[in-house]
């Protein structure tokens, strides 16, 4: 039952994807092809300057911890946030083959983001079967680990113990998200045995291809050990990751929307309106958008004063700030994808146009990528000595810009 | 608990951020039975469909869908189960004919029975010559139809429908009560939410008064009577 399960939900996927790409969307366009070819040009382009350093165990490290980051972020979302995942349920196919179908589904995610970052090794014509190794280690073993975490955290989720808080959950003021925080720490399992597989690859000489048989068999058990996870979790986990998503009310003293207040009275007043209500409601439904600045400003801002003088620190916060503006443009993108959902009749009722949509979704998303720019490039062009500071505020610019309009895009027709 | 009895809930609990939403929710459906669930926006009406269905974790009590539980066994629960939510899921890149026919292989169900019954049910719901049609492409209205024979497909003995007359015009409304209508003859139990209380007094023969901060009122016999003679959504004077 489960393979017949299993075989109707992979032919459906095909089936969904075969017509997706017959009648494409203007969301999908947007949404998925613009931003795949973009990165892939980028990757092409830029890709023979940075090409990541995988000869030692240490860059075979990083480069595998940089390959885990995918399917660690989005496994919880793909096993567990699936659109269709209720309706399947209510089907009444087994959860053993939704759990493989969505593993195929990260699989092919995390495939997919192998292939990309080995396109700078085939831009530069560097030999690859050295990269390939390390890469294709550390991609397994991040997709079965990830797989395995998530659905251990679910399952233990699953089981509230009334009372009883793990070790994980210390540091957490709300008793909600302590309650979820074998969910929070999950995907550092898979970045840790990533890193853990790609330095075993990495540090042998050359590329010794018979060292992949130990990820492969890890990964092997590591995948089928969390079948039964998941299919026990699921039934109570999936409702919870429901509700879970649901944001708690915002404090009773956090500020209204306020328009037209300082400088923004300069601006045009609907664009305003806009940008402060996208900037209350984003901040509300991905308040990590924000959040995430932070670290990442105060940790590039004290490594680029203390180590600035070095090109791999440089290197390291150029990186950590691209993948936080990244995280950023896709909180701008999300909230697009909500509209789609019912709240883009808001915007048509009053009247509102694309210009003024752009440009106010546009602010916020350049406002929430000042959090990390300004303090960055200060201590990149003052502290660290480098010419080019501005860069950050143009790069935050910029992103904000190409997100925005995949976000109006992808909200589709007002 | 017996597998003979559509739906079973005992002393049902729900709170969202520790404020209650459904406070000890008791009742059992037999074959046949329709049940009204009414009340005020806010009630828990939803919530509690939820609950039944397994989309929403309760806090306390207990479900049972001809026996089963739907947290522990969701592959049985599902067999006796045919569910429209409020806001029905639908592959938006699919066709209508496409997306039918993948609930009547997820269903297990033979093929040409299948299909031989969609072509009944959209008939009925005045989709006849829709199954080429975008799921995305569709009205909200059309798009409920699809839902509708999606959970009647495989005639389950419990039907829980959410605010299922929402967008429908009356031909097709009238359409779905007389479906109904002869699914209860079947055996079928039926689990109606609605804000038409004309609608439900006319066609339940029992229901389940839920009010913000209140405890839920069962209305069967000649409570129920009273009720649907008058239809209110206050529970004082039954």
Request: hydrophobic content about 50%.
């Amino acid at each position: 039952m489960v393979v017949r399960a299993l075989r109707l939900l992979l032919r459906n996927d095909i089936l969904r994807l075969r017509a997706l790409l017959r009648h494409p969307t203007a969301g999908s366009v947007l949404g998925i092809a613009f931003p795949a070819l973009l990165i892939i040009a980028l990757l092409w382009a830029i890709g023979p300057a940075a090409l990541p350093d995988v000869s030692d165990a240490r860059g075979a490290v990083g480069f595998g911890m940089l390959l885990a980051a995918v399917p660690a972020l989005f496994s919880y979302t793909i096993l567990f946030r699936g659109s269709d995942a209720p309706f399947i349920r209510r089907l009444g196919l087994p959860g053993r083959a939704l759990y493989w179908e969505r593993s195929c589904r990260l699989g092919a995610l995390s495939g997919a983001a192998t292939a990309a970052l080995l396109l700078p090794f085939l831009a530069a014509s560097s030999p690859l079967a050295r990269p390939l190794l390390v890469a294709l280690s550390a991609s397994t073993v991040a997709w079965a680990t990830s797989l395995l975490a998530l659905s251990g955290a679910a399952r233990s989720l699953g089981r509230p113990r009334q009372g009883r808080r793990g070790v994980l959950s210390m540091g957490f003021r709300d008793p909600e998200l302590a309650a979820a925080a074998p969910l929070v720490y999950a995907p550092v399992l898979p970045l840790l045995a990533a890193a853990v597989a790609a330095g075993f690859v990495g540090a042998a000489p050359g590329a010794q291809w018979t060292r992949l048989a130990l990820p492969l068999a890890i990964s092997v058990l590591s995948a089928a050990a969390a079948t039964r996870l998941y299919e026990a979790a699921l039934p109570r986990f999936a409702p919870r990751a429901l509700e879970m998503a649901f944001a708690p009310p915002p404090p009773a003293d956090k500020g209204d929307l306020a328009v037209g207040r300082g400088l923004t009275a300069l601006l045009p007043r609907r664009a305003v309106a806009v940008w402060a209500r996208d900037a209350a409601v984003g901040g509300r439904r991905f308040p990590w958008a924000a959040r995430l600045a932070w670290p990442i400003a105060l940790i590039g801002f004290f490594a680029l004063a203390r180590w600035g003088a070095d090109p791999a620190t440089r290197t390291w916060v150029l990186a950590a700030g691209a993948l936080a503006l990244v995280a950023q443009g896709g909180a701008v993108v999300a909230l697009g994808q909500m509209e789609r959902q019912g709240p883009r009749w808001v915007d048509r009722a009053l009247g509102l146009g694309w210009g003024s949509r752009l440009t106010g979704r546009w602010l916020w998303g350049w406002g929430l990528s000042l959090w990390i720019g300004v303090p960055i490039a200060v201590a990149w062009s003052w502290l660290a000595g480098a010419a080019n500071g501005w860069a950050w505020l143009v790069a935050g610019a910029v992103t904000a810009g190409i997100a925005s309009g995949v976000s109006v895009g992808v909200a589709g027709r007002i | 608990m017996n597998s003979q009895i559509p739906l079973e809930v005992i002393g049902l609990r729900k709170a969202y951020h520790r404020r209650p939403i459904l406070r000890d929710v008791s009742f059992r459906l037999n074959p046949g039975d329709a049940m009204a669930v009414v009340g005020p926006n806010g009630a828990g009406k939803s919530t509690l469909l939820g609950c039944l269905t397994g989309d929403r974790l309760p806090d306390g009590g207990e479900v049972r869908a001809c026996g089963h539980d739907p947290f522990e066994d969701p592959v049985s629960t599902a067999r006796c189960m045919g569910f429209v939510p409020e806001q029905p899921f639908l592959y938006g890149e699919l066709r209508v004919g496409e997306m039918l026919g993948f609930v009547v292989s997820a269903r297990g169900l033979d093929s040409d029975e299948g299909h031989a019954e969609i072509e009944r049910l959209l008939a009925l719901l005045g989709l006849a010559g829709a199954d080429s049609v975008l799921c995305r492409e569709l009205s909200q209205g059309m798009g409920r139809k699809v839902a509708i024979i999606s959970a009647l497909l495989h005639r389950p003995a419990l039907l829980v429908l959410d605010e299922v007359m929402n967008g429908l015009d009356l031909t097709s409304a009238e359409g779905l009560l007389e479906e109904l209508t002869t699914r209860r003859a079947e055996g079928a139990a039926v689990m109606l939410s609605s804000h038409d209380l004309e609608l439900l007094g006319r066609w339940c023969n029992r229901g389940l008064l839920l009010a913000p901060v209140r405890d839920p009122r069962l209305l069967t016999g000649r409570d129920w009577q009273r009720w649907s003679e008058q239809p209110t959504l206050a529970a004082e004077g039954i």
